[in-house]
């Protein structure tokens, strides 16, 4: 995603996996996000030579961990007969493993009366859309280190 004329870009991809403690430990500036996406068995995202770890921002195991951010925007969108209780519960929404975010997100719509069960093409840009940031970055170290990122960058 480019940032604007002449800035640097930066990458925001689905972790896939728990991040290890190891690579998100301390302060943002020194978390090593290209190193957990090399131990990944596919080694699907290498470092380009002109990036740095600033560059590169994990966005949970899948898009639709930071929908647990805000349950409250969640329920408002799928409306009646939406469940909130069937989400996945969580300390921390980046440990959330994809299969319980998408069978919690499906359990929770599927007797919805004003929107059919929750599908990622018909769905979930929409709802991203809507979400609360304070919440998602009060819950979500990556996220905030993400829109920090963004806010800067283009403000700068």
């Given at each position: 995603m480019a940032v604007g004329q002449g800035q640097k870009a930066f990458l925001l991809v689905d972790s896939e996996s728990s991040v290890d403690a190891k690579h998100a430990t301390g302060?943002?500036?020194?978390?090593?996000?290209?190193?957990?996406?090399?131990?990944?068995?596919?080694?699907?995202c290498s470092k380009p030579a002109s990036a740095s770890d600033k560059d590169c921002h994990v966005m949970v195991q899948v898009?639709?961990?930071?929908?647990?951010?805000?349950?409250?925007?969640?329920?408002?969108?799928?409306?009646?007969?939406?469940?909130?209780?069937?989400?996945p519960a969580q300390s921390s929404v980046e440990a959330v493993g994809k299969d319980a975010v998408y069978r919690g997100l499906e359990n929770a719509s599927h007797s919805c009366k004003t929107k059919a069960c929750y599908g990622k093409g018909p769905h979930s840009f929409k709802v991203l859309a809507l979400l609360a940031p304070?919440?998602?970055?009060?819950?979500?170290?990556?996220?905030?280190?993400?829109?920090?990122?963004?806010?800067?960058?283009?403000?700068?």
């Open positions: 302060q943002p500036d020194a978390w090593k996000p290209w190193e957990h996406f090399h131990r990944q068995a596919n080694k699907s898009m639709e961990s930071w929908f647990l951010t805000d349950k409250e925007t969640l329920a408002a969108f799928f409306g009646q007969g939406f469940r909130s209780h069937s989400l304070a919440k998602l970055c009060s819950a979500s170290p990556w996220a905030k280190g993400f829109i920090d990122t963004v806010t800067t960058r283009v403000a700068g």
